[in-house]
């Protein structure tokens, strides 16, 4: 499990005080419990008396993604029977002042923030950042049938690759060799996707390279959509809070929109995007979640039948 960099409040309120006393006196014997990259796997872990594996991947909006990937590996492998993964981050105002800065944080809705983020609309004007927490339980199918647990899912494949040519604008290309390295993993063919759940977070760029890569991938005909719209931008939590959704459209069979999707962007076109929820057969999702400094993350959802 991972964040993005620890408790953002914990940092500030440091600095506040060490630049007004100019000294640690005042520092609180925890502080650095609260704000290790690890701080959330190893909080967990302390928790829950876990005694095996510990990993903290920290790569942004990627972080949770890479760790069910990460999970999916050591239980694929036989290495781990079990793994709790996901990723958490708590908000503050210095996480939207930093997209600001970067002009990819949304400000032209600040009257009617509902109306935004706008994955895909030609209005959209960037991120819309949020916090939460999310965690799913990965176990070999030996171990989930010989507790009697009810098997939602199945992680079928992963990939996560980087993108060298720029730290914050990402390229079509890399975005589709990653999904398609994941779709390979699975043995499973592009033709063979019900749904692609996009990282799309609402900035001009970033959708526009997706939807290029999405288009190359499975063309027009698979239904795509973000959920950024719904829950905003939960950084290192968002794979994980994601992933849940998918698993929760394969259990119902329905797939749902990205919400605030008006006018879609025709530098969008040549996927087909979601703006109702629509009863669909579901068996197979690719889910992405792309961060900036070109790390790239996919995963494949396959349903469960018995």
């Known amino acids: 499990m991972g964040s993005t960099m620890g408790s953002v409040n914990t940092i500030e309120e440091f600095f506040r005080d060490y630049g007004i006393q100019g000294n640690l006196e005042q520092m609180k014997s925890m502080l650095f419990f609260r704000v290790m990259g690890h701080s959330v796997a190893a909080n967990v872990a302390q928790a829950l008396g876990v005694t095996g ?11 949770s993604c890479q760790a069910i990937g990460l999970a999916y590996e050591a239980v694929a492998f036989g290495r781990q029977d079990a793994v709790l993964c996901g990723g958490a981050d708590e908000y503050h105002p210095l996480v939207t002042g930093t997209f600001d800065l970067m002009l990819a944080a949304s400000a032209g809705y600040n009257a009617t923030p509902e109306k935004t983020p706008r994955p895909f609309d030609t209005a959209r004007d960037g991120i819309v950042c949020s916090e939460g927490a999310g965690v799913l339980l990965l176990e070999s199918f030996d171990s989930a049938k010989a507790r009697g647990a009810k098997i939602l899912a199945e992680i079928a494949g992963f990939s996560s690759t980087s993108d060298p040519s720029s730290i914050a604008n990402p390229d079509p290309n890399p975005l589709y060799r990653c999904m398609h390295e994941a779709l390979e993993s699975a043995n499973v063919a592009p033709q063979a996707v019900s749904y692609v759940n996009a990282h799309a977070t609402g900035t001009v760029q970033g959708d526009m390279a997706e939807s290029k890569a999405i288009a190359m991938l499975v063309g027009e005909n ?18 994980a809070l994601e992933s849940v959704a998918c698993v929760h459209m394969l259990q119902k069979q329905v797939l749902l929109p990205t919400l605030n999707l008006e006018n879609p962007d025709p530098q969008c076109n040549g996927i087909l ?23 790239n993350c996919s995963l494949v959802i396959r349903g469960y039948d018995d």
């Not at 594996?53 to 972080?63: H, I, L, M, N």
């Not at 703006?275 to 057969?281: A, F, G, L, N």
């Open 53 to 63: 594996r510990v990993f903290a991947p920290t790569s942004a909006c990627s972080t």
């Open 222 to 239: 698979t239904p795509v959509s973000s959920l950024k719209g719904h829950m905003g931008h939960t950084m290192a939590a968002s794979g």
């Open 273 to 295: 995007l979601l703006q109702k929820v629509e009863p669909r057969p579901v068996s197979v999702i690719v889910k992405n979640n792309f961060a900036l400094g070109g790390i």
